[in-house]
């Protein structure tokens, strides 16, 4: 888990996971068990949300990501991100956490894509 330096433009590496298991179960308790350690550390009243995460296309980070930081389900989060993209959002749609794809890997999915239909 890399985070952005508040003061230089670096990214910092704040936690690593390392697992056998890749499910929404186990990524959800390392943040939650993340989310314990910030808490213990800075305040239970001084939880932040980052304003974004960026994840690879795994469908289990992203649930695991927005069970953890924003109580939302996937189908929750899908109807926000349309309200957002046809500009009829809610006032707390902005306040919420927002998962990007890595343009990288989805270039690649594209490409995998590509060459199986030609």
Request: charged residues 20%.
């Amino acid at each position: 888990l890399v985070l952005r330096h508040p003061e230089e433009k670096s990214p910092v590496a704040v936690a690593e996971f390392i697992t056998a298991s890749q499910s929404v179960l186990a990524f959800s308790y390392f943040l939650e068990s993340f989310r314990r350690a910030e808490a213990i550390m800075y305040g239970y009243g001084n939880l932040s949300v980052p304003f974004e995460v960026l994840i690879d296309r795994s469908i289990v980070l992203l649930i695991s990501f927005l069970k953890v930081f924003n109580n939302e389900s996937l189908s929750s989060y899908l109807h926000r991100c349309f309200r957002l993209v046809m500009n009829c959002s809610n006032p707390e749609d902005s306040h919420l956490l927002m998962v990007h794809a890595c343009i990288s890997h989805v270039m690649n999915s594209v490409k995998k894509d590509i060459k199986k239909l030609l």
